[in-house]
């Protein structure tokens, strides 16, 4: 297995000791696995903060991890009042510094795509679109919270979030830390007309208003 990890700063987020780690269960996360469990090598992406979970999992296996901290992003902690698409893919393209030629089977979002501003998700999507292709498939959260379609509400600075990582086919470890950027909770409506790259194919309720969602190639 190798393993690329990729981060801009540090980013701010300290374990919060009022909360401890948890372990969660999954109910697309074993759906994703059944899908890749038959590919010869896989490339996962994984735009969280890094986990060792995540790493001991995969640990064996013919699988490269590129992970790249997308929380430290300049446009997921301070993005500018005014940004086009165009203007945030080049700086998306910029941070991800991904080989030309590799695509991705799985990325892991988990909750990062909601501290992007609409802008920003739009051009990540874009960013990606010559790494994935038919195969790919997606993970993440969505929120319950509901905006207004092309509105950015309920923006918090200093939002406790969580680290993610893969504990077993089944199981999910959350930890909790504190982001410095604002979290946007966009509405599937919104994934659905800024994030064209990829489609959600499935959603479920996983717990404390969370959902759980699966990507397809869009």
Known sequence: ???????????????????QTETVTSRLLPVLMERIESRDRLHVLDLGSGSQSTLNFFAGRNTAIH????????????????????EACEQLVQYLRLPEDLVFDVCMFWDALHYLPLAGLEGLSRALVPHINSRTLGYGFGALARGARGE???????????????????????????????????????FDEFFPAMSIQKATLLQEGRLELLFTRG
């Open 67 to 86: 992970f790249v901290d997308l929380f430290s992003a300049d446009l997921a902690v301070e993005p500018p009042d005014e940004l086009s698409t165009a």
């Open 1 to 19: 297995m190798s393993t690329l990890l990729r981060r801009k700063r540090n980013d701010g987020s300290a374990p919060v000791p009022a909360r």
């Open 152 to 190: 950015e509400r309920d923006g918090q600075a200093g939002n406790q979030g969580c680290r993610y990582g893969i504990e077993d086919q089944s199981h999910l470890k959350l930890t909790p830390v504190e982001r410095p950027g604002r979290y946007r909770a966009h509405t599937q409506q919104q």
